[in-house]
């Protein structure tokens, strides 16, 4: 019985069918989502490959080729799905990936909330699972939610069955936290493949990568931060940064710098919005 309840349920998940009424998800918790969207994977794919087993140290080794298009033919081929920037307006978007994480989330939340600023946070579903009040608090302040997998693979080195099992399974964990599915989805380390990205379309979502990148993964300094942000930020600009981080990370930098940065930006003209008011579409699919 059980895995037929996990089976119609994948189905749901699979094709957008989730009722709005959220009667039947609020009354599970997370973890039993989880087993049972893990429980119904056969029906997506029977063949499964190893996960990446080395861990891979940067968050962005960035923009590597796919084994057929490179990333950017891919944002030729498909310009309507897959995106790095906005409308050339005065308008941009702060970003913050690999959150929750209570060393980190917390203090830029705090930040965002003295400045009244409006962010997007990129969520990985393991992370929400054992922290969903910093994700109900970032829903809470106004902030976006993005899907950012579930344990943070490289996509291009899964198959279509594991990429869609990470998506779905977040996508999970985030409606029973926040009420709604995500729309944007960004690929850990910005990478994907043509297969992969010809789901996520059929399947409504927008794929949302970055055109500034603060390198704040590295562990910078303050002044580096705000260096690599300002000397890149223009019109419509997708700024990358982080709110989460593995073993050791230290992202004092961002923390310190983001004041500084937000001041010197507004002094310039620019609004701070989240993705979606950028993009000009919904934050939920």
């Known amino acids: 019985m059980l895995k037929k309840i996990a089976l119609c349920f994948m189905f749901y998940l699979i094709l957008g069918g989730i009722p709005q009424d959220q009667t039947e998800i609020r009354g599970t918790s997370i973890h039993t989502l989880t087993k049972l969207c893990v429980a119904s994977e056969p029906i997506l794919h029977k063949q499964q490959s190893k996960q990446h087993s080395k861990k891979v140290n940067s968050t962005h080794r ?67 699972e054992e922290y969903p009040g910093l994700v109900s608090r970032m829903k809470r302040e106004g902030h976006a939610i993005g899907n950012h997998s579930y344990d943070h693979p490289l996509f291009t080195k899964i198959p279509l069955s594991q990429f869609q099992k990470q998506i779905i399974t977040t996508d999970m964990i985030i409606q029973h936290i926040v009420g709604y599915k995500p729309r944007i989805i960004r690929p850990p380390y910005g990478d994907i493949t043509e297969e992969q990205l010809k789901w996520a379309k059929k399947q409504g979502y927008k794929i949302v990568n970055w055109n500034v990148d603060s390198l704040d993964w590295k562990g ?24 989460g981080g593995g073993v050791g990370s230290d992202l004092t930098g961002t923390i310190q710098a983001l004041p500084e940065i937000i001041q010197i930006l507004r002094s310039k003209g620019y609004t701070f919005v989240t993705v979606p008011e950028l993009l000009h579409i919904p934050v939920n699919k």
């Open 220 to 243: 910078l300094r303050k002044n580096e931060v705000k260096k690599n942000i300002l000397s890149s930020v223009g019109r419509g600009s997708i700024i990358l940064q982080h709110a």
């Open 62 to 128: 960035n923009q590597q080729k796919n084994k057929g298009l490179s990333l950017s033919q891919l944002y030729r081929k498909f310009p309507e799905t897959i995106v790095t920037k906005g409308p050339r307006s005065k308008k941009i978007a702060l970003t913050f990936d690999d959150v929750p994480d209570p060393r980190f989330t917390p203090a830029v939340l705090n930040v965002l909330s003295k400045y009244h600023v409006k962010a997007t946070f990129f969520v990985v579903g393991k992370r929400a």
